[in-house]
């Protein structure tokens, strides 16, 4: 394949629209026209239905990959967007940098629940349709034995691949304690190891820095996000669902802590007139002891008589 285009571009976004969602087979790809970015062919690949049916995946294709010369290699970066066509602010965006190669020469774009997609009220499905974008901001070839340029940003973790820096620690950590996580690397590609770990420090960093008062409606969404994306990797994670699942029901912490804090005000308040009403009732049963005694007192001082008695009706 020759293209006469430049290696390298900058930001050259490509929208794809997928009419009939719901007619969609399940477990089946659904592909994009190709279109050139950086001098080489693309498509997007979509599949509906992967993992019993329940999640949707996006995945960046190299296409034609038979005309390509042998030892091909391309470093890519670009941004993924799920475009929310009801509230445009919510559309969800990734920023994805890879390596393609002939034994590697797709990219995963985006993992959501289908559940959660098709949802009419979340604004992703429009009149049967959804629409994605990906927008490459570089595309170059880096030669048959060069590795993807490594960053400042990025560490190579347990020769599992390139992590992102702050998210070693959090993976050192998990494995140390985990050691079951580094099958992973005997059986799945490079490429997929890379993104599982990654997936995995991203909820664990979560996790680190959110308190129980920050869970609010959007921060439990992000993570039931990012729990989704690290479901899809099959990584031995019993140990992790259950402080994933306790944290997810924090949702409306913060609402539920003020309204402790209201009823507490409340129990205040009742208690303190609960307290002056016991006062007074004190101060009456002391009075009412008080005028018992004096009655009783008053009663001691006379003798009742009946007023006939001093009178004399016969005469002596």
């Known amino acids: 394949m020759k293209i006469q285009e430049p290696k390298d571009i900058t930001y050259k976004k490509i929208a794809w629209t997928i009419s009939n969602f719901s007619s969609l087979k399940t477990n089946t790809a659904h592909i994009s026209e190709d279109f050139i970015i950086g001098g080489y062919a693309w498509n997007i690949q979509l599949y509906k239905g992967i993992q019993d049916g329940k999640y949707l995946v996006i995945i960046l294709h190299v296409a034609d990959v038979s005309s390509l010369p ?27 940098k890879d390596k393609f190669n002939n034994s590697c020469h797709w990219s995963f774009l985006y993992y959501v629940e289908l559940t959660r997609l098709q949802d009419p009220s ?15 901001s570089k595309v170059s070839p880096i030669g ?18 390139l992590i992102e820096k702050e998210l070693v620690p959090l993976l050192e950590e998990a494995c140390l304690w985990h050691p079951s996580l580094m099958d992973c690397k005997q ?5 997929f190891v890379e993104w599982a770990f990654t997936a995995l420090g991203r909820v664990l960093q979560f996790l680190k820095n959110k308190k129980w008062k920050d869970m609010n409606e959007k921060a439990c969404k992000e993570l039931q996000h ?14 992790l669902e259950p402080l994933v699942k306790s944290a997810l029901n924090m949702r409306g912490y913060a609402e539920k802590v003020e309204k402790v ?20 009732l004190a101060s009456t049963e002391q009075s009412i002891e008080m005028t018992r ?14 007023l006939e008695e001093n009178i004399r009706y016969r005469q002596p």
């Open 70 to 96: 042998q030892g091909w290699s391309i470093y890519a970066v670009c941004t993924f967007t799920m475009v929310n066509q009801v509230y445009n602010e919510r559309s969800e965006k990734r920023d994805i």
């Open 293 to 306: 005694r004096e009655l009783v007192n008053a009663e001691d001082d006379f003798e009742e008589k009946d």
């Open 144 to 161: 048959t034995r060069a590795l993807v340029p490594k960053d400042d940003a990025t560490a190579e973790f347990k020769d599992l691949g």
């Open 187 to 191: 059986k799945k590609s490079r490429k």
């Open 261 to 280: 804090n209201m009823l507490k005000q409340d129990l205040r308040v009742l208690e303190t007139k609960m307290n002056k009403i016991k006062e007074k």
């Open 226 to 239: 990012l729990w989704e994306e690290l479901e899809m990797s099959r990584l031995d994670l019993r140990w």
């Open 122 to 136: 979340n604004g992703y499905i429009l009149n049967d349709k959804c629409i994605v974008e990906v927008e490459l």
